[in-house]
T-cell receptor, first 116, second 114 residues
């Protein structure tokens, strides 16, 4: 079974600054995907970024990038130029690759507050 | 494209009643997933369905919970004889294939059992 750990319950960042959210995971699988999802107060889960474990290159999506360290089983999210709209809960998630294994295993999440 | 539609948004049930939660996937999506979120927790997988088939129900409680995704109409998550511990937010997601590119989630149904 897979586990995902987000050890920081809350973080705060000044608008326009950079913040990094941590995530570690444990698995015996070699092929998998990692995701970061954002949950704003509206409650809807929004996909922020996705990483394929077999790719060494870190994924980037505009102001969002990841630092994927496969050997260390670490998958942190960096948000650059933070905006007020980034205020939300952020969840790290794991998915095994292949076949019918389409379920996501989520961490407990981290609450990010962006200060004006 | 209306996205993944869940209704109702809020549902209040008394202990012992039945709760029916509906999910209409995005147009063109034939894979549906249900997750439950307890307060201060991440989402927990419940069940994965394709049209008329349950693919993985390893996260579903063995009793009182059932799910379906008929050929026509929305996916339904049904909870019989609800108890206070069933109070949670229930999220539905859909994908066009196996979901490895990430799903699209709905806004959830918040179930409160009184």
């Amino acid at each position: 079974a897979q586990t995902v750990t987000q050890s920081q319950p809350e973080m705060s960042v000044q608008e326009a600054e950079t913040v990094t959210l941590s995530c570690t995971y444990d698995t015996s699988e070699s092929n998998y995907y990692l995701f970061w999802y954002k949950q704003p107060p509206s409650r809807q889960m929004i996909l922020v970024i996705r990483q394929e474990a077999y790719k060494q290159q870190n994924a980037t999506e505009n102001r969002f990038s990841v630092n994927f360290q496969k050997a260390a089983k670490s998958f942190s999210l960096k948000i650059s130029d933070s905006q007020l709209g980034d205020t939300a809960m952020y969840f790290c998630a794991f998915m095994k690759r292949g076949g019918a294994n389409s379920k996501l295993t989520f961490g407990k999440g981290i609450t990010l507050s962006v200060r004006p | 494209n209306a996205g993944v539609m869940q209704n109702p948004r809020h549902l209040v049930r008394r202990r012992g009643q039945e709760a029916r939660l509906r999910c209409s996937p995005m147009k063109g999506h034939s894979h549906v997933y249900w997750y439950r979120q307890l307060p201060e927790e991440g989402l927990k997988f419940m069940v994965y369905l394709q049209k008329e088939n349950i693919i993985d129900e390893s996260g579903m409680p063995k009793e009182r919970f059932s799910a379906e995704f008929p050929k026509e109409g929305p996916s339904i998550l049904r909870i019989q004889q609800v108890v206070r511990g069933d109070s949670a937010a229930y999220f539905c997601a859909s994908s066009p294939d196996t979901g490895e590119r990430g799903y699209t989630f709905g806004s959830g149904t918040r179930l409160t059992v009184v």
